[in-house]
């Protein structure tokens, strides 16, 4: 009997030299995470002199979580001032609020607000150090809104609900949108999505 010896070991060519596909994916990841920590540095993420303690960064996290989110259209920044001028607001807040456009603190959004139950009310609107009276209808208001950059609006009923509350509706960029019902000491929290 013969016993044939095993052949020697031989390197195998690789396939073309691409990298694998699991090796990629490991890259585009790292990628993704570069670029999430320069744009929460950039945009503000590494201000202050610390981090917040953890109370009221997990208050802060359970506000955000319970707001609504509302798609409105912006008013652009060169149409400011002639916007404000045809609204109820008075000159002193018009020049707070077109100070405010101009520091790029605050944007203008385009809020209509209506009632969406026929009972009626009226609400406070509050957006930043601004805010707003509304007395609601069944046909659509349209209100300008300075919204700070943090994109937070409340709604406060200004009279007494009654027991079946205050439901309002507000006509998104998607079409209309009927808001929780709002009781007596309730604040409705929303937060603007500006497009």
Not at 57 to 86: C, H, W
Not at 103 to 126: C, E, F, H, K, N
Not at 148 to 162: E, F, K, L, N, R
Request: glycine share 10%; net charge negative; charged share 15%.
């Amino acid at each position: 009997m013969h016993k044939e010896p095993d052949p020697a070991w031989k390197p195998q060519p690789r396939a073309a030299e691409a990298p694998s596909g699991g090796r990629m994916a490991l890259i585009g990841l790292a990628a993704c995470v570069l670029v999430a920590g320069a744009g929460a540095h950039f945009m503000g993420g590494g201000k202050g002199s610390g981090a917040l303690p953890a109370a009221q960064e997990s208050a802060q996290a359970a506000d955000d979580a319970n707001r609504t989110g509302l798609p409105l259209n912006l008013i652009a920044p060169e149409k400011a001032a002639q916007t404000l001028a045809a609204t109820d607001y008075s000159a002193d807040e018009q020049a707070s609020i077109l100070a405010a456009v101009k520091r790029r603190d605050a944007r203008l959004a385009v809020m209509p607000i209506y009632d969406a139950s026929g009972t009626g009310g009226t609400v406070t609107l509050i957006s930043g150090a601004w805010h707003h009276v509304v007395h609601l209808t069944s046909t659509p208001q349209t209100v300008v809104l300075p919204i700070a950059m943090s994109g937070h609006v409340d709604i406060i009923p200004v009279t007494d609900p009654g027991p079946t509350g205050i439901a309002s509706g507000v006509v998104t960029l998607f079409g209309p949108q009927t808001l929780p019902i709002v009781y007596k000491g309730d604040t409705l929290a929303l937060t603007v999505i500006a497009q």
